[in-house]
């Protein structure tokens, strides 16, 4: 092989090699270019959703949880409570042996059950605080524009929740949602309750819940520690009122029985 034969033989190696480089980096480029694109079409509630894993949790069937609750000291709700990811059906267990279960819209409690008229507040408000993260995109929510807010010396990307009429059983019912600038984590949800009370009076009384102590559950982050304060737009967090300590969270696959509602409960 003659010495100019080999000096273009290696120049043709090298064009080529430097051809795919030059391709491989391009490729690499756009396909930086593409997750940079996927990212900033996603909607502020989505990024929440992410930060949730909100795809992930619903892929399994069922949570299941420990869970007490106490206001002004005293222990509101003490039991065991198993909903479906996708929220349509749940359970709560107490600890003295009565029990709440909701299919839809439908609520029905066992004859022993203490607090009667709280049996609809109990079968829904908990599984709404639960499962907040992933309900975000529910039929019927409305959201305002971003805003930055300060929290009690800290600045968070803040957003209004309210909802179309006829939606659920408090549809005038709102919620300002907190989440981290760095990670979009809900940190603080601001809400009223008008579950009888006019939404005047439930305005009167606004609450906040903190979400805190985080922890991994197959890959899904769930806030193991709930405190609720009172709370104001303008004077942010006031003193706390109440906690909910959560324990033993598992998913579950769920059989015929789990929400099997026994003939002689009474529908509320």
């Known amino acids: 092989m003659s010495y100019m034969f080999k000096l273009g033989v290696i120049g043709v190696c090298l064009f080529v090699f430097a051809t795919s480089c030059k391709s491989d980096k391009k490729e690499n480029v756009e396909v930086e270019n593409t997750v940079s694109e996927v990212e900033a079409v996603l909607s502020p509630v989505e990024m929440i959703e992410e930060a949730a894993k909100k795809d992930l949790f619903l892929s399994y069937e069922a949570i299941e949880l420990d869970m007490v609750i106490r ?16 929220s ?31 049996a609809r507040f109990d079968a829904y408000t908990w599984m709404y605080f639960l ?6 995109s529910d039929q019927g929510t409305i959201w305002s524009d971003v805003e930055k807010l300060p929290l009690n010396d800290k600045t968070f990307n803040a957003q209004r929740l309210t909802f179309e009429a006829n939606t659920g059983d408090a549809p005038d019912d709102w919620y300002i949602v907190y989440s981290e600038p760095e990670n979009n984590r809900i940190e603080y949800v601001a809400y009223i309750v008008t579950v009888n009370k006019s939404t005047e009076a439930a305005e009167a009384d606004p609450h906040a819940i903190g979400y805190s102590n985080y922890k991994m559950i197959d890959g899904v982050p769930i806030a193991h520690t709930w405190n609720f304060y009172e709370w104001t737009k303008a004077n942010g967090l006031g003193k706390v009122i109440g906690n909910a300590d959560l324990n033993n969270i598992k998913f579950i696959t769920t059989d015929t029985d789990t929400f099997n509602i026994p003939e002689d409960y009474i529908e509320k």
């Open 88 to 118: 349509t059906k749940g359970k709560i267990e107490l600890n003295d042996g009565s029990f709440i279960y909701y299919d839809g819209d439908k609520v029905f409690h066992s004859p022993d059950l203490k607090n009667a008229d709280a």
């Open 71 to 86: 206001f002004g000291g005293n222990e509101r709700l003490n039991g065991k409570m198993t909903f479906l990811t996708n």
């Open 131 to 136: 499962l907040f993260p992933n309900k975000l």
